[in-house]
């Protein structure tokens, strides 16, 4: 008798399977992510890069530095970084900061903003330009355009207001 339970009550959980996954609806097409939109990949090596010169300028406890950049490699940097170390009067290492882009298109022009700790000993300072795939070498421009502009992205670095 209980052999002929246990058999009925296996067999009821069995057919309630069968039932449950007959009803289960199909998944519906999977699709790409990517589907219709254009990818490029990342440039590697040295990536050649215009750069105007670095306004610098001090906001309360912070030296603010901006440099325009405009990618002339042939594909995307990809975190471009741009580091800034301050010296003393003696060449001795005082403080630094970085600024980053994460993705440069080829003749894309972006505004890098580094910001570091004001100190009182900081008298000179340098930068240092790099990508995640790479070297940069940096080429000091006068002003800026992006890719077809006619007119220049920014006024010359050397401009002053009046």
Known sequence: MNRARL????????????????????NP?????LAGKKFSPAFKGQAELDYTKPVTKRE??????????????????????????????????VTGGKGIVNRLEPGEVATVK?????????KANNYNFTHANGTIKPHAV?????????????KPASAKKK
Request: glycine fraction near 8%; charged fraction near 15%.
């Open 114 to 122: 580094i910001e570091t700790p004001f100190n009182a000993k900081m």
């Open 7 to 26: 058999t009925l009550a296996a067999t009821l959980v069995g057919a309630s399977f069968v039932a449950v996954h007959a009803q289960t609806p199909a």
């Open 142 to 154: 006068p002003k800026l355009m992006a890719g077809g502009d006619k007119e220049p992205a920014a």
């Open 60 to 93: 309360k406890d912070m030296v603010v530095t901006t440099i325009m950049v405009k990618n002339n490699a042939a594909g995307p940097l990809l975190r471009l970084t741009i580091d800034e170390t301050w010296y003393d009067a003696g060449g001795g290492l």
């Open 29 to 33: 097409p999977m699709t790409s992510v």
